[in-house]
T-cell receptor
Framework: EPEVTQTPSHQVTQMGQEVILRCVPISNHLYFYWYRQILGQKVEFLVSFYNNEISEKSEIFDDQFSVERPDGSNFTLKIRSTKLEDSAMYFC???????????FGPGTRLLVL | AQSVTQLGSHVSVSEGALVLLRCNYSSSVPPYLFWYVQYPNQGLQLLLKYTTGATLVKGINGFEAEFKKSETSFHLTKPSAHMSDAAEYFCAVSDLVQGAQKLVFGQGTRLTINP
């Protein structure tokens, strides 16, 4: 069964460094999402992406964040200058057009020191 | 704005007992409702969903949930708990099916199964 994959599974970085989190959505899906879950808190929506542009973003998704689909398979989340409070589990998700279900990847655990 | 409230951050039941995880939502439009499960160190897996039609929906692993519009609830149940059900469960709501359809999650309920 097709699944969303994410790399790396864990990333440790220093405050102020740039990180890129990578996702490979399910191949026939056209909507892509990033969510994050700070330890002990709820899963929060960051951004949705369709037709090579952001369709919606949350207040969390400020100028330090960007998303890109650099090729036909990858979907990336870049954090330009990481802060301590960016430490969280980041989930990628994808879905088909006109379908309700989002399929989630296993997540990337980001730790900012 | 949509919101989800899950009553009880931790629920503990004995193996073989009824599982009841509560979810209430707020939505200004007809909602789409979801339950996801997260096993330790894994991603979110869809258990079941309600979009339209029958209000009692069945999912994987013997779980089911009933959409009650009058109570704005979507509680998750399983008649007989199994040790493998130990996990964190998230209720989520969305609205548009045509469009980006972001999910709004509740805070999660950690289910513990006692032998």
């Amino acid at each position: 069964e097709p699944e969303v994959t994410q790399t790396p599974s864990h990333q440790v970085t220093q405050m102020g460094q740039e990180v890129i989190l990578r996702c490979v959505p399910i191949s026939n899906h056209l909507y892509f999402y990033w969510y994050r879950q700070i330890l002990g808190q709820k899963v929060e929506f960051l951004v949705s992406f369709y037709n090579n542009e952001i369709s919606e973003k949350s207040e969390i998704f400020d100028d330090q964040f960007s998303v890109e689909r650099p090729d036909g398979s990858n979907f990336t989340l870049k954090i330009r200058s990481t802060k301590l409070e960016d430490s969280a589990m980041y989930f990628c998700a994808s879905k088909q057009v006109l379908k309700e279900t989002q399929y989630f990847g296993p997540g990337t655990r980001l730790l900012v020191l | 704005a949509q919101s989800v409230t899950q009553l009880g951050s931790h629920v503990s039941v004995s193996e073989g007992a009824l599982v009841l995880l509560r979810c209430n939502y707020s939505s200004s439009v007809p909602p789409y409702l979801f339950w996801y499960v997260q096993y330790p160190n894994q991603g979110l897996q869809l258990l079941l969903k309600y979009t339209t039609g029958a209000t009692l929906v069945k999912g994987i692993n013997g779980f089911e949930a009933e959409f009650k519009k009058s109570e704005t609830s979507f509680h998750l149940t399983k008649p007989s708990a199994h040790m493998s059900d130990a996990a964190e469960y998230f209720c989520a709501v969305s609205d548009l099916v045509q469009g980006a359809q972001k999910l709004v999650f509740g805070q999660g309920t950690r289910l513990t199964i006692n032998p």
